[in-house]
Nanobody, 115 residues
Framework: QVHLVESGGGLVQAGGSLRLSCAAT????????MNWYRQAPGKQRDLVARIDSGGKRDYADLVAGRFHIARDNNRNTVYLQMNSLEPEDTAIYYC?????????WGRGAQVTVSS
């Protein structure tokens, strides 16, 4: 069974930084693309960043240049480094992958950015 567990959320002032981690179990992690999504209150869940098995990265326009996604295949962990945070980045951040065609989600990590 696949499990994703996020950590590293919290409260930060605008302009600050946070790093989220997502530990994966139950999959051959190195062959999976891994994604970070976020969902703000009353809004849909949107893709923030993606890293494929070869290390290719993609970012949503709103976070490009401020966020950085990385993976450590030895630790089965994907990271999201978030810099220059803005109040608009406040959301629950979810780790995601697809296993046998189905989405797998973590429980999420709350990120709150105060102005």
């Amino acid at each position: 069974q696949v499990h994703l567990v996020e950590s590293g959320g919290g409260l930060v002032q605008a302009g600050g930084s946070l790093r989220l981690s997502c530990a994966a179990t139950g999959i051959n992690f190195k062959i999976y693309a891994m994604n970070w999504y976020r969902q703000a209150p009353g809004k849909q869940r949107d893709l923030v960043a993606r890293i494929d098995s070869g290390g290719k990265r993609d970012y949503a326009d709103l976070v490009a240049g401020r966020f950085h996604i990385a993976r450590d295949n030895n630790r089965n962990t994907v990271y999201l480094q978030m810099n220059s945070l803005e109040p608009e980045d406040t959301a629950i951040y979810y780790c995601n992958t697809k296993n046998r065609g189905s989405d797998v989600w973590g429980r999420g990590a709350q990120v709150t950015v105060s102005s």
